[in-house]
């Protein structure tokens, strides 16, 4: 919260990212899922939540929130972005 304070006072901002990513160590990683829908459902939830007690403290603060999922396929990686409303 202070980091978004000191970026609304120093350089205005009116927007944030939050993001957060499928098999995440903060979660224990994707193991701990079911699946990877119970996993994306609960990541949903998280962001919302991170949202909302953001939103109380900086009512003008647009915020965008953004799941990310890395997949492997053939030795590349492909980086898939999906916009949470």
Same mark, same amino acid.
């Given at each position: ?32 899922? #079911?699946? $990877? $829908? ?18 109380? #403290? ?5 915020? #965008? ?16 972005? #999906? $916009?949470?409303?």
């Amino acid at each position: 919260m202070n980091q978004i304070k000191i970026s609304i006072n120093l350089h205005k901002i009116e927007r944030i990212i939050l993001t957060i990513h499928k098999d995440c160590g903060a979660y224990a990683g994707s193991k701990v899922f #079911k699946d $990877e $829908e119970e996993e994306y459902l609960h990541h949903l939830k998280e962001l919302k939540k991170a949202s909302l007690i953001i939103k109380r #403290k900086f009512p003008k603060l647009k915020i #965008k929130k953004i799941f990310i999922n890395l997949k492997e396929q053939k030795g590349n990686w492909q980086c898939f972005f #999906k $916009e949470i409303k």
